[in-house]
């Protein structure tokens, strides 16, 4: 993560602060920062979102692009089921010390997190369903590149990065797409199918509302902070990630940072809190989500040169 | 699924090739409620058999020989680690040393597909979670300006998330191997869950027959989980009782690697 230097005596004050409960910019421990979605700006993607988490206007800003292409099946892969191809980058333009190939093991450890939500941990039931993304079983299938441009760095990346890629895919859509059986000379039937070239003609994806949402706590000296800011995180000695699904399973957990370890009683303490709160950042998304979609509505009607993305302060 | 890339410098094998299918190969059940394919019960591990310093220098001082080595067998599994350090690092930080780690399947080491030689994501991201779960368990900060550095092998992997806690285990014991000061060892587990019940240390078919998969690595004196992974979904109560289970293993695994550092002690010559 960016690392900022703090100077001892601002580390001190920032974790006896947390200690008691109070934090820089006067958040409880639990409380998490104003999140601003806006979906469906980029056009030639087949969904978009982008998501910034942070008070005034200023905070961790995630772009999420979504775009959907046609595989032919190969031997070894499963027969019927469509696939998720994640990639996360973080621009050189959010941290000085991702120029070049500074951001390399960020990169790696976020994308990897991104697949392991959207793909593994929303599998079977209530999750993304991977075989409506089937065309032809064997033949062609969906594959769904979910490509995310972490754009500025304020604490609390993969909350971000999951709020917006779940953002992203549920305003992907399909073209829609005509499977037809034709029956050949010698007698074998061959399925063809046809992708309908037409603007107004889209399907949505199933399951996307199934998609879980990440949580990270942080641990600052005896106590655990939410949706740490970039000081907070300076300032961390471990952290773990909790994903969890709108029907409250846990969909996947990550344990970040190097400097030390979590203590088993505290783990199940948090897995009780990330329940709790995922279950009310899920209702905060709704009415994100829902806000998104009719700022995107009037936006059609304006100039296309859309001046801001998101909420001036 | 086929590579193209094409390497002038090795005899390639054919694009594809896939593993010979045996006419009398009976389909194992991945989760029994009675006894598993290899006769394991539900919670049972796997035998492991750890073997440090097979790498140390055969003349009283080779300066390019590790520090410290350790092969690690945990059923099929096999794992090999150099640790070398603490030595000078790229990145020198004045306060404290810095612990990096270097993952690698071998190309025949997994089940039919050949692996390139080239790190893959997959790879940096296993480097990773190696170096988050070691990493607190070092006395950093009695190495500054100092890097340590551990090189992983995989030479025969079965089951993903055991290939990994068998990673683990293989650097603790080459850490203590190479005389790296340490809070204590970390020990690691994993598990598997087909969302009824859950299975102690999996094999690649119980793990690709798994919904759910959980891995552990824990620090038994000073009770700390050091590095917690889960990889599908499960409940909050199955989570809970599975991590508590996972860590119980890891005691019973840190036992295990306590006897053979102990033992390779106590051999003359060692």
């Known amino acids: ?313 | 699924m086929t590579s193209n890339i094409y390497d002038r410098r090795r005899v390639n094998g054919p694009a594809r090739s896939v593993e010979p299918v045996y006419i009398d190969a009976i389909e194992p059940i991945a989760f029994p409620d009675g006894l598993r394919n290899d006769g394991r019960s539900l919670d049972q591990l796997r035998p492991i058999y750890i073997k440090t310093g097979p790498l140390a220098a055969q003349q009283t001082f080779s300066s390019t020989a590790p520090s410290g080595s350790a092969y690690y067998e945990q059923g099929k599994i096999r794992v090999s680690c150099a640790v070398y350090g603490p030595r000078q690092g790229r990145k020198s930080n004045p306060r404290i040393g810095s612990f990096d780690c270097d993952f690698q399947y071998a190309p025949f080491s997994c089940s039919w597909k050949k692996r390139s030689h080239i790190r893959g994501a997959d790879e940096k991201e296993t480097a990773q979670i190696l170096e988050q779960a070691i990493a607190p368990a070092i006395r950093l900060e009695a190495y500054p300006k100092a890097c340590i550095d551990a090189y992983v092998t995989v030479i025969e992997s079965d089951g993903k998330f055991a290939t990994i806690s068998a990673a683990i285990n293989c650097i603790s014991a080459a850490l203590a191997d190479a005389g790296i000061e340490l809070y204590d060892t970390v020990a690691s587990c994993s598990m598997s869950s087909d969302s009824s019940r859950w299975v102690a240390d999996c094999s690649q078919p119980e793990e690709d027959a798994s919904s759910c998969s959980l891995l552990v690595a824990y620090m038994p004196s000073v009770d700390e989980i050091t590095y917690l992974l889960q990889n599908g979904k499960s409940t909050l109560d199955q989570t809970e009782q599975a991590v508590q289970a996972c860590t119980n293993s890891c005691t019973r695994v840190y036992a295990v690697i306590s006897r053979y550092l102990q033992s390779s002690m106590e051999q003359p010559g060692t």
């Open chain 1, 1 to 313: 993560m960016a690392s900022l230097v703090l100077s001892p005596a601002e580390q001190d004050f920032i974790i006896r602060g947390i200690e008691k409960g109070f934090r820089g910019d006067g958040r409880g421990n639990l409380d998490r920062r104003e999140v601003t979605l806006r979906t469906g700006m980029i056009s030639q993607a087949s969904g978009s979102a982008r998501c910034r988490i942070g008070n005034l206007g200023v905070g961790t800003d995630v772009l999420v692009g979504v775009k959907a292409e046609v595989n032919a099946w190969t031997p070894g892969e499963p027969e019927a089921l469509g696939s998720v191809v994640c990639n996360v980058e973080c621009s050189p333009s959010a941290a000085q010390e991702f120029e070049g190939r500074g951001a390399e093991e960020i990169n790696v450890e976020l994308t990897q997190l991104l697949d392991r939500v959207i793909s593994r941990g929303s599998q079977g039931a209530g999750g993304l369903d991977l075989s409506a993304l089937c065309i032809i079983p064997k033949q062609a299938y969906w594959v769904l590149h979910v490509d995310a441009l972490v754009l500025d760095v304020r604490g609390s990346i993969a909350d971000a990065l999951v709020m917006a890629a779940r953002a992203a895919l549920m305003d992907t859509r399909l073209p829609r797409v005509v499977v037809e059986t034709i029956t050949d000379d010698s007698g074998t039937a061959q399925a063809e199918f046809d992708v309908v070239d037409d603007a107004e003609d889209l399907v949505a994806l199933k399951g996307v509302s199934g998609l879980p949402v990440a949580v990270t706590f942080n641990q600052v000296g005896k106590r655990y902070v939410v949706d740490a800011s970039e000081q907070e995180e300076a300032v961390t000695q471990a952290k773990l990630t909790v994903a969890v699904s709108p029907a409250l399973e846990i969909c996947a957990i990550q344990k970040g940072g190097i400097f030390r370890g979590f203590q088993p009683s505290l783990m199940s303490e948090i897995l009780q809190t990330a329940q709790r709160i995922a279950k009310e950042e899920l209702t905060r998304f709704v009415a994100l989500y829902e806000e998104a979609a009719k700022h995107k509505e009037q936006q059609s009607d304006g100039p296309s040169t859309g001046s801001t993305f998101l909420v001036a302060f």
